[in-house]
């Protein structure tokens, strides 16, 4: 199945994508652990993970004692997410249409430039009050640029903003591959496509709260 809808659209259900998202996890920890930061996450929490893909970011509230719950537009993706992730909940469903809340958080770890365009409003009508977002993205080579829906720090600063979400900051992670990613051509190049190489590579954080 082909989800397009941007310039970088592709099969979510190819199993070659998906051992490369394998692969990249540990690289990806300090990420996610500055998402769940972000919201300030709190043990019996609600929590959303939008776009949750292989369910890495859902898994690690869970593990901070988060109420999780992860979804993704492929059924299968949340299937797989199931499996390697028991202890939490996974559905699949378009980030557009999101479960009912209200959500204590909503995170989404490298979707949101993949979402269809009414996302933040949809997910804004679910937040509780004083419920909080936050997004990881990686900034186009060219921060004043758009690359293959990679967007820099002030389309998503501004996005939010006008759709109403309070506060919106932007906070930067830096990245660094390791064990057998280091060695894999493919992500090596899609890396050093986004940025300006693979040891020194830095995610955008983008986070608000809801009035
Ligand atoms: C780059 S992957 C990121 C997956 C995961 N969040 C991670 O960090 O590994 C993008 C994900 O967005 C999902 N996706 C694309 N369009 C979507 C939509 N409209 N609603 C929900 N998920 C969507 C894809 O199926 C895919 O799992």
Not at 4 to 19: L, M, N
Not at 32 to 48: F, H, K, M, S
Not at 102 to 116: I, K, M, T
């Amino acid at each position: 199945m082909t989800h397009k809808g941007h310039p970088g659209h592709r099969d979510w259900d190819d199993e070659t994508t998906w051992a490369k998202e394998r692969l990249l996890e540990p690289a990806l920890v300090p990420v996610t652990e500055a998402l769940l930061d972000a919201v300030r996450i709190r043990p019996g929490e609600r929590l959303l993970d939008l776009a949750c893909g292989l369910g890495q970011t859902a898994a690690a509230a869970t593990a901070r004692g988060a109420d999780a719950l992860g979804i993704d537009l492929s059924r299968n993706r949340t299937a797989a997410a199931r499996e390697r992730f028991p202890g939490t909940r996974f559905e699949a469903a378009d980030a557009s249409t999101p479960p009912a809340g209200p959500w204590d958080a909503v995170v989404c770890r490298f979707g949101a430039h993949h979402l269809p365009e009414g996302w933040a409003q949809a997910i804004h009508a679910v937040l509780a009050s004083g419920g909080r977002l936050a997004i990881a993205e990686w900034p186009p080579k060219d921060e004043r640029d758009e690359q293959n829906g990679m967007r820099p720090a002030g389309h998503w600063q501004t996005k939010l903003g006008e759709t109403g979400y309070q506060e919106v900051r932007v906070d930067r992670v830096p990245t660094r591959l390791a064990g057998p990613a280091r060695q894999d051509p493919e992500i090596k190049e899609k890396l050093t496509d986004f940025g300006p190489g693979l040891e020194d590579r830095e995610c955008l954080i983008i986070s608000a709260w809801k009035r």
